[in-house]
């Protein structure tokens, strides 16, 4: 039998995955190459569950910025303005690496748990 979840606790169940993983999902998706972020935005809003807003992620691109593990730059563009696009560095690629066997071990644990396998 399916029970019906009210939407504010989907919301709120998303909401606290979203939180958890954001700056990792921004470090993978930089992990392929430079890009600014109103791509950034895109992309993630693209990605089922990953609904963001340049109000989360300019904040969210500073911070990463300030603990190095981005760095940035401005380009000219023929459609406006310079933009600042971002790139990863090696501490960003290091922490996206380490996050990764974390997550992998991490969904594992939660995998087995919510199927109610007994294995190690």
């Not at 401005?74 to 971002?86: F, H, I, N």
Request: proline content about 4%.
């Amino acid at each position: 039998m399916r029970y019906m979840v009210p939407r504010a606790t989907e919301d709120r169940i998303i909401s606290q995955m979203r939180r958890g993983t954001l700056e990792y999902c921004v470090l993978a998706i930089l992990r392929n190459g430079e890009r600014y972020g109103f791509d950034l935005v895109k992309e993630l809003s693209a990605a089922d569950g990953m609904v963001t807003s340049e109000g989360t992620i300019y904040p969210l691109l500073t911070r990463l910025r300030k603990d190095g593990l981005l760095t940035s730059s401005w380009k000219e563009s023929t459609k406006g303005p310079p933009r600042r696009y971002y790139r990863i560095t090696r501490k960003g690629m290091a922490a996206l690496t380490a996050f990764t066997e974390e997550w992998r071990r991490f969904k594992g644990s939660v995998d087995r748990l919510i199927e109610g396998d007994d294995g190690p």
